[in-house]
C-alpha cells in the first residue's frame, strides 16, 4: 500500500497544488486497493511548491514543481510500476536506512525541528495522525503525572521565551497568571501574524493545528485557566479552517471539555477571527478586539497576568510558544535546553525570503549565523545578486548589515544591532534594494496602522514618513537626518504599546549602518541602489528592445523615440519619470539605472 | 426561505438564510453560521459586534447603512460605536466590491521584488487608484500588507485565486482574461 501525499498550505495551494490533488483523487481512486491519498501541511520548501510524496516500503520521497501532467507521470510510474523518477524533480527522501537523498535534502539537514516536527508530515486534518506521531502525549504526562507547579517549573527550567517577538520567559509568565487568584482565568493564543514577511504561524496552524491546542491546554491546567481563546487574522481562511476541524475532533475525543481523561481539568476554547488591523498583535489591543471594541492599546500595569481579558487574570502567548509546549513536557526541560544558547534555548522558526533563492521556512537551534541562514540554507542571493543586508522583526525590526553576517540569532545579539527578533520573518535584500526607501516602506506601514491613541506614534510617525518621502524624492535637506533622529528617540519614549516604541528601528538601523545612502541622497540627489525613481534615469536596454512602439505611444511626454522594429531611446530631458514605460514594456527592456 | 428573525426592528424580510460553501479542502470544514442565525441566536454575550459585523460583510459583501442600524438595534450598541468598530477594521467595507476584487501584496518581500510596478501597472490597466471600484463595477483594487506567499513574490489575490511571480507584463495578461471571461458570459447572456 502506497501512501500519496499533496502539500495542501497556502504555500501550496497558491503554486497549484490543487489541480495536482484533483488529478491524483481520479487517479487513485481507481486503484483503491494500491495506494491512498492524504494531505499535508506546509514542510518549509514553498520554493518548490506544489510538492506530492510518495511513501512505500521502500522510505519516503518528495517530488518538487509538481504539475497536473507530472502528477500523472509519477503516478504511473512511481505508484504503479514501484519505480522511482530519478532526476532533479526528487527533492528529498529518506531511504529504509533513514539516509537521506534528493536536489534540496540539505535544505532539511541542516534544521532542527521541534516546532515544525509534524509539518509536512501529519495530515493536519486527521486527529489519529496526529497521534500517532505522538500527539497529546504531553498532555496526558501533564494531566495525570504533573501537578500545576510541576509544570510551570518545567517550563521554567527548559528556558523557553515567547516566540512572538519579545523573548519573555515562558514559566515565568505562567507563574504570574496562576498566582493571581479568581473565580475565571484565560489562555489566550495571539494568531494575529501581522508581521508583512512572516508567515510561520500561519505554517504551524495549517500544518500542526492539534499542537497548539494541545499547548493550550496544558497552559489551561497550569495557570488554571479553563476558557481560552485563538485570536486568528481573518486573512489566513484555511488555518481557521483546520483550527475549527481541530478543536471539533478534540472535543470527540475528549481532550477538549469537561474532566478531561478524567483528571478532572476542565477547558474549551473558541476562535476569534481578527479583522485586520496590525495593532492587534499587542496583547492588550488584542483583548480588546476580543471584546468586540476597536483594537487599541491599554495602559499596563494592570498587566494582563493580573487583569486581561474581560478583566480577569490572562495567560497570552503565541502560536510558536504553544507549539513547543508539548514537545518540552514529552521529552523534559533539560532536552530543549541543551539546545540553542545559554540564554535562549531551543530552535527557533524562520521565514526566508526577499532575494533568497529559497524562500520558505527553516528551524534551525537559537544562535545560528545569519550567514548559515541565508547561505547554506537559503541557497544564497538570487540571480547572483550581493547580499546587502537583511530585515529581521517585520515593522518593529530593522536591517542588519551584511557587514553582521557572522551575528548569531538569539535574543540577546539581534537587539544588540538595533535590530529585533521578532517572529522570525526574515527578508533578504540585494545590491538593487534602496535602504532609505525600505525605511519608507516600514514607516509607511506603521503610520497607517498606528490606532492614533498616543500623539508621538499618531503624529510622530507621519511627520517621520513625511521626511523620509522628501528625501527619497531628492527634496532632502541637511537638516532631515537630525530631524530623524530626533524623532525617533521621542516616539520610543512617548509612545504606549509596542508599536509606537519600535517603529522607528527600521529608520535607526538605516541611519545607523547606511548613513552614506541617506547623504547621497540628500546631497547628491542619487540613488545608489537605483531604487528610488525621481533620483534615477530611465533607460531601455538596446538588446532587448524590439521596438513595439508600445512605450513611445504610453509615454505622456512624448520623451520616447525610435520608429517600429527599431530600438527606442528616452530623452532624459524630457523625461517626467512616471513609470509608465516600464509598465507597459512587454519586453522588460526598461530599466532604471 | 426562512425568517428565523421573529422581531427585527421595523424591516421584516431583508435577510435571507444563506449557506456558505467552501470549496475544495475545506469543504468538510464546519459550516458558517449565517448572519441571520448570529443575529438571532444573540443574546446580550460581550464580545460579538466584530463576528455580527464579518457575517453581514460576508453576507452583503460590505456593511450596507441598513445593517448597522440592524446591529444596534438588536445589540444595543449605539450606531456611532458600531461605526467606530467598523472604520477602525481594515476587513470591513461601506461600500460595495466589485465583481472580481484584486488584492496586490504590498508586503516586505514583495515590495522587495518589484510590487510596486506591478501596482502602477494594475492602477493603469484597471483605470482605478487603490481602494477603489470601477466605474463598471468589474474590479475592486486594494493592497494587502502579506498574502504569505512570500517565496513567490511579488503576488497579487484575484477574489481567492493566487496569482504569483508577476512582471507588468504577466499582470496586463492576467486582467485582460478577467475581461474577456466576463465579456463572453455577458455575450452568451445576450444571445
Known amino acids: ?593 | 426561505m426562512i425568517n428565523v428573525l421573529s422581531t427585527p426592528p421595523g424591516r421584516g424580510r431583508f435577510l435571507r438564510v444563506k449557506v456558505v460553501r467552501v470549496k475544495g479542502v475545506m469543504e468538510t470544514a464546519a459550516k458558517k453560521e449565517s448572519f441571520n442565525y448570529r443575529l438571532w441566536k444573540y443574546d446580550g454575550a460581550p464580545g460579538e459586534l466584530i463576528p455580527l459585523l464579518q457575517s453581514a460583510q460576508e453576507h452583503f459583501g460590505y456593511i450596507p447603512r441598513r445593517a448597522i442600524t440592524y446591529i444596534s438595534g438588536v445589540t444595543t450598541i449605539p450606531e456611532s460605536d458600531v461605526y467606530g468598530v467598523i472604520t477602525f477594521y481594515s476587513q470591513f467595507r461601506l461600500q460595495p466590491m466589485g465583481k472580481f476584487v484584486v488584492r496586490a501584496c504590498a508586503g516586505t518581500a514583495c515590495h522587495v521584488s518589484g510590487a510596486k510596478a506591478i501596482i502602477d501597472t494594475l492602477e493603469d490597466e484597471l483605470g482605478v487608484e487603490v481602494g477603489d471600484t470601477s466605474e463598471d463595477g468589474m474590479f475592486t483594487f486594494l493592497t494587502v500588507a502579506c498574502i504569505g506567499c512570500c517565496s513567490l513574490a511579488p503576488v497579487m489575490m484575484i477574489n481567492n485565486d493566487t496569482h504569483g511571480r508577476l512582471t507588468p507584463a504577466s499582470v496586463r495578461k492576467i486582467i485582460k482574461k478577467y475581461r474577456r471571461k466576463t465579456d463572453n458570459e455577458n455575450n452568451a447572456g445576450v444571445s
Open chain 1, 1 to 593: 500500500m502506497k501512501k500519496i501525499i499533496v502539500g495542501m498550505g497556502t504555500c501550496g495551494l497558491s503554486a497549484g497544488a490543487q489541480p495536482v490533488f484533483d488529478r491524483l483523487k481520479n487517479l487513485s481512486d481507481s486503484y483503491p486497493d494500491r495506494c491512498e491519498l492524504s494531505i499535508t501541511g506546509c514542510i518549509g520548501m514553498c520554493f518548490r511548491e506544489p510538492l506530492v510524496e510518495i511513501r512505500d516500503e521502500k522510505g519516503r520521497t518528495i517530488y518538487g514543481d509538481v504539475s497536473a501532467e507530472s502528477a500523472e507521470e509519477i503516478f504511473n510510474e512511481h505508484v504503479l510500476n514501484g519505480r522511482r523518477i530519478e532526476d532533479e524533480r526528487v527533492i528529498y527522501g529518506v531511504d529504509t536506512e533513514g539516509d537521506t537523498f534528493g536536489s534540496e535534502a540539505y535544505f532539511l539537514n541542516l534544521q532542527e525541528r521541534i516546532v515544525l516536527r509534524n509539518c509536512g508530515t501529519i495530515n493536519p486534518e486527521s486527529i489519529s495522525d496526529y497521534e500517532e506521531a505522538g500527539g497529546y502525549g504531553g498532555l496526558k504526562k501533564a494531566l495525570t503525572d504533573m501537578s500545576s507547579e510541576e509544570i510551570i517549573q518545567t517550563m521554567k527550567d527548559s528556558g523557553l521565551r515567547g516566540r512572538g517577538g519579545a523573548g519573555f520567559p515562558t514559566g515565568l509568565k505562567w507563574s504570574f497568571a496562576a498566582s493571581n487568584q479568581g473565580d475565571t482565568k484565560y489562555v489566550v493564543c495571539n494568531a494575529d501574524e501581522g508581521d508583512p514577511g512572516a508567515f510561520m504561524d500561519r505554517s504551524v496552524l495549517e500544518g500542526d493545528p492539534h499542537a497548539v491546542l494541545e499547548g493550550m491546554i496544558i497552559c489551561g491546567k497550569a495557570i488554571g485557566a479553563s476558557f481560552g481563546y485563538i485570536y486568528c487574522r481573518a486573512e489566513y481562511p484555511l488555518a481557521i479552517a483546520r483550527l475549527e476541524k481541530a478543536i471539533a475532533a478534540a472535543r470527540d475525543k475528549g481532550y477538549l471539555g469537561e474532566n478531561i481523561m478524567g483528571s478532572g481539568v476542565n477547558f474549551d476554547l473558541k476562535i476569534k477571527q481578527g479583522a485586520g488591523a496590525f495593532v492587534c498583535g499587542e496583547e492588550t489591543a488584542l483583548f480588546a478586539s476580543i471584546e468586540g471594541e476597536r483594537g487599541m492599546p491599554r495602559i499596563r500595569p494592570p498587566f494582563p497576568a493580573e487583569k486581561g481579558l474581560w478583566q480577569k487574570p490572562t495567560n497570552n502567548n503565541n502560536v510558536e510558544t504553544f507549539a513547543n509546549v508539548p514537545w518540552i513536557i514529552s521529552n523534559g526541560a533539560s532536552a530543549y535546553s541543551s539546545i540553542g544558547t545559554e540564554k535562549s534555548p531551543g530552535t527557533k522558526v524562520f521565514a526566508l525570503a526577499g532575494k533568497v533563492v529559497n524562500g520558505g521556512l527553516a528551524e534551525v537551534p537559537m544562535g545560528t549565523t545569519i550567514e548559515h541562514l541565508v547561505f547554506d540554507i537559503g541557497g544564497g542571493i538570487k540571480n547572483n545578486g550581493v547580499f546587502k543586508a537583511v530585515q529581521m522583526g517585520g515593522p518593529s525590526g530593522g536591517c542588519i548589515p551584511s557587514s553582521l553576517k557572522h551575528t548569531p540569532v538569539d535574543f540577546e545579539s539581534i537587539p544588540a544591532t538595533g535590530a529585533i527578533m521578532g517572529s522570525g520573518g526574515m527578508v533578504v535584500m540585494d545590491q538593487g534594494t534602496c535602504m532609505v526607501e525600505i525605511a519608507r516602506f516600514f514607516l509607511n506601514f506603521t503610520q497607517s496602522e498606528s490606532c492614533g491613541k498616543c500623539t508621538f506614534c499618531r503624529i510622530g510617525t507621519l511627520r517621520m514618513l513625511e521626511i523620509l518621502e522628501r528625501i527619497t524624492k531628492g527634496e532632502g535637506t541637511p537638516g532631515d537626518i537630525p530631524k530623524l533622529e530626533k524623532l525617533s528617540i521621542q516616539i520610543k519614549e512617548a509612545s504606549l504599546c509596542g508599536l509606537g516604541q519600535t517603529a522607528p528601528n527600521p529608520v535607526q538601523t538605516t541611519l545607523r549602518y547606511y548613513l552614506d545612502e541617506y547623504k547621497e541622497h540628500i546631497e547628491n540627489k542619487k540613488c545608489p541602489a537605483g531604487e528610488c525613481e525621481a533620483l534615477v534615469e530611465f533607460y531601455i536596454i538596446p538588446d532587448k528592445c524590439v521596438g513595439c512602439t508600445l512605450c513611445a505611444r504610453n509615454c505622456p511626454v512624448d520623451a520616447i523615440t525610435g520608429k517600429a522594429r527599431e530600438v527606442h531611446t528616452i530623452d532624459q530631458d524630457k523625461c517626467v519619470k512616471c513609470g509608465k514605460c516600464i509598465t507597459s514594456c512587454n519586453f522588460n527592456a526598461v530599466v532604471k539605472r
